[in-house]
Nanobody, 119 residues
Framework: QVQLVESGGGLVQPGGSLRLSCAAS????????MGWYRQAPGKQREFVAT???????TYTDSVKGRFTISRDNSKNTVDLQMNSLKPEDTAVYYC?????????????WGQGTQVTVSS
């Protein structure tokens, strides 16, 4: 069974920084891509950033230049460095993995970590 576990959320003032981490564990054969999504209160879950196994990164426009996604392939972890945080970045952040495990290729999700940007 594959598990994704996030850490690093919390409360930060506008303009501050946070670093989220996600660790993938279990019967993982191939990692195609890992990334982050977020869901603000009353809104649908939205894409934030992704990093493919080939090293290609993609960001949603609202975080470009402020957020950086990175991976440690040896540890099956993906991080999201968030700088210049704004109140509108407040959301539950979910780690996503496009992985091939023992049950085939599918999307896996973490349980989410709360990020609150407020003064």
């Amino acid at each position: 069974q594959v598990q994704l576990v996030e850490s690093g959320g919390g409360l930060v003032q506008p303009g501050g920084s946070l670093r989220l981490s996600c660790a993938a564990s279990g019967s993982i054969f191939i990692i195609y891509a890992m990334g982050w999504y977020r869901q603000a209160p009353g809104k649908q879950r939205e894409f934030v950033a992704t990093l493919t196994s080939g090293g290609r990164t993609t960001y949603t426009d609202s975080v470009k230049g402020r957020f950086t996604i990175s991976r440690d392939n040896s540890k099956n972890t993906v991080d999201l460095q968030m700088n210049s945080l704004k109140p509108e970045d407040t959301a539950v952040y979910y780690c996503n993995g496009d992985l091939r495990g023992s049950s085939g290729r599918r999307d896996y999700w973490g349980q989410g970590t709360q990020v609150t940007v407020s003064s």
